[in-house]
Structures are given as C-alpha cells and as structure tokens.
C-alpha cells in the first residue's frame, strides 16, 4: 500500500493511499480518516459508499464527515466506484456504466468479469487491507453510501450478516434491477438472466429472505432522481413486508447533492456511533 | 444577475449567481449562503475571499461553512478571485499571475488595468448587488478568507474603517509586496514603483496608520508556504507595533489545505458571529 497524501485535518488524519487489487486487476485508490482517538487504541470503521461518477475524493471533499467522525472517534473509509484504468473495460461517454460505475457487484459477464469485481474487493480485500494497516476494531464496522453507495451499502450489509453493526444511506437507488439508469448496466455486467441480477438489489434481498434489524434512509423531495432511479417507497414496503425497522427521513426541498449528504452527515454518524 | 444554481443545504440555500461586472468588464460568478434565519428578517453578511487558484467554488465545496453559518444566521458570499474569460490577459501556465490571483487590487498597468480592478469589485460594485439581491443587513459584515484572501481581507478591513464589524483571515499572505510568490504579480499589477504596492499589502498598511481593532489568525505549522510566502510573524511584529489586539493560533501539523481551513471554521465563524 502506497500512501498518495495525508493531511491533518479535525485532529486526525485525512489520508489517501493506492494499492494493487487483486480483486479488480488494477490500482485502487481509497480515502482513510483516522480521528484522534485513534492515538489511545483501535476505533470503530465506518464505510462510505459513493454514487455514480464519483471516486474516492468527492465524498472527502464535500462530504463533511471529519467533525463527526473526530467528534464520535469513527474512521471513515472511502473507497473508489469502480476498478481505473485505460487497460479497463469501459464506455467512456456513459456515466451510468464502467468506470464510476461499479454497482458494488461481481460481474460474469466477459470482458467486465475480469475486472468489475467490486463486491469482492469492497467486502473481502480493502477490509483486509485496511484491517491490517490501520488502527481499527473490525468487529465495530458500520456501512453507509449515496445513491449508487446507497444500494451498495445496504445490499453489503444485507448479504454479510453480522459483519456490520450498522447500515444507512443517503438517497440509495432502491430497486436498481428495475429502475431505468441501473438495468442496463445489470445486464452487461451480470448477463440477461434477471434471477442473478436479485444479489444486488436491496429489495429483492430482502424479499428473498436477507435481513438487518434497522436501516436508516435520507431522501431528498427535490431529488431528481427520486420517482425514477431511486424510489424509497419500494424499500419501504419491502422494510414493512419483512419487519426491518427502516427510518426514511423525507428532508423537503432537498437534492441529491453533497449540499444535501452533508447537511444530514452528522445525523448519519450519530446513528451510526449509537450502535458502534 | 442571473442564478446558475440554488440547492438547499442545512435548512438555508446555498446559491451561485453570474452578473456582468462594470469593474472587472466580464462577467463574474459568486456562490452566496443564505441562512434560514433570513426568513424572518435581514441577516450580517460574512465575505469569504479565496486564495490562488480557486473560484467560488472551492471554499464552497470544501469550506465546511454552512453548518455553521446556519447556526449562527449569517450569509456568507464567496466571490471569484480574478476576472475570467478568453478576452481576459492572462499568463495560462502561470498560477501566480492573472486568472485566479487577483490579488485583490486594482491593476494600474496596462493591459491589465481594465478588468483585473478586484478591490473596487469586491469593495464597491459587489456589495452593493448582494445588499439589492439578498435578504442581508450592510450594517453588519465581517470578512475573512484564506492565503491570497487573507491577504485580500486583512487589507480591506484596514482599507474601509467602519465597514467590517470583525475581520480573520487562515493562512494569510502577511507581506506579499515581498514575497516570492506575488512580488511579480505586484509588479505587473501595479508597475515598478514599490510605493504604490504598500496600498495592498497588510503590513505595510499597518505602518503607513491603518488599524482594525482586532484580527484573528489561524496558521499550520506544516505548511509548505509558510516560510516563505505567508511570514506571520511579520504581521504580529506589525500588529505589535500598532497596539492591534492579534490572535495568533499556530496548528500544529496542519497545512496550507481545506483539510485545515474546514477545521477552523467554525472557530472563525464564531469570532464573526460574536462580533456581528
């Protein structure tokens, strides 16, 4: 593991470090904050998944989450949307496919099989790494994400129980497998058959039996991708349907920007350090 | 003037807006906060000025400011830090000089007399459209702003007695008539004849008799520019002469980034709020 930056930041420190993956074939780039407390024993690690088009430094920069990770003594892991590179299989004019645009899954399909490996890498790998490399407890992990990090963040915590304490998402595309700007990605990275397609979507998982006790939810009402890409109603009544004490926050007039995720941020981590 | 984007944020809008400038002769962007508290009535005003490189955009994405200006019920304006545009001069691979380091004067020199006149813009001509445009109370501003915007605000206040209720400033170019990194710009700004330099350089504003009543400073102690371009302690041998009541917090650690600047907002927004 290579260390790109570090910078003080909150009293703690806000790195960014690059390694080889095996998971994905290439270099991955990820964002560590380490608080304080860190310097008297090992803190808990939360994960936060971003959206779309994003890497690991949008969420760094404008995601406000140093203050209360110092504040509740949490690291923050950040990792990268996708498997970089120009050897890497992608489609560069669509922001919905390719790089920036991992969907947290395990592809099957050639030529992204190869490479578009980031269930394993999110869940197997960077833990490892992280687990071995930073002053962490990973028996106090919680996982959160937005939109696209949303759905990765629940669908994780979903598919490993147990492994995490806590799970919430900032406007999370709820049905990926049936929404618009997620099918076809599905469909290139895990084939046409539609039954593989329910490990990666957190209201099928949970109606094919998978369960967390709680899940916290922030949705913006002036979120333009509310009604078509992300639709927390279907997770609502796949919440109630199977008894997962879910809190969906409708926040009016907010968006789906970082002028939204880091207004509620400290609201996240809070509920995130109540169960860490 | 013309919105290019509102989005609410911490239960105010953060907005970013174009006019054409009479001072600079183009158009400029600038973002503006607008807490919630303006909803019941005007609300100070705390001018943000950026540091080289930057637009409105960078303390807007990375300044952690909002929580608490919301907190506090102040807007906070950030304007551009030089003309822009293809018709603009410039020295494109120079960072130090032309688009982005404004420097907050106004130019004398030919060519760049005409648009680069940043103190009368951020003095005169944009003021007076915030206090038309927005639900703001002129009797109460502060300023504030990082490196080159230090610079800028320590020079303002000290330039218009009366107008700042408060001034501080992270990281502030304490001398940049005789710093490396802005002497050239200086030169080309403002000609050959050293004199006309004193006009715009906090130090020396302070020797030629200008006073603020009192100024607060945040600076790292590991950033890389502080030896050579920033010099503090030429401004608290300053201030020490002037009898102006200086708060110097060296940072142990903390660099020239956002990572330090966010870390202290909420000090610095405190200071302007107690004294607003």
Redesign the interface.
Known sequence: METVST?????GV?GVYRHASEATGCDMTFAVFVPPQAAKGPVPVLWYLSGLTCTHQNVM??G?Y??HAAEHGIAIVCPDTSPRGADIPDEKDNWQFGSGAGFYLDATEAPFARNYRMATYIAEELPALVAAQFPVDMTRQGIFGHSMGGHGAITLALKNPGRFKSVSAFAPIAQPSTAGWSRPAFEKYLGADEAAWRAYDSTLLIEDGHRVDELLVDQ?T?DSFLNDGLRPWLLEEACRKAGIALTLNMRE???H????I??FM?DHIRWHADRL
Chains 1, 2 share one sequence.
């Open positions: 910078s003080r930041s909150f009293e806000q920069d404008k406000e140093r203050r913006g002036a007039g907010y968006d920007s970082y002028f939204f880091s207004t400290g």
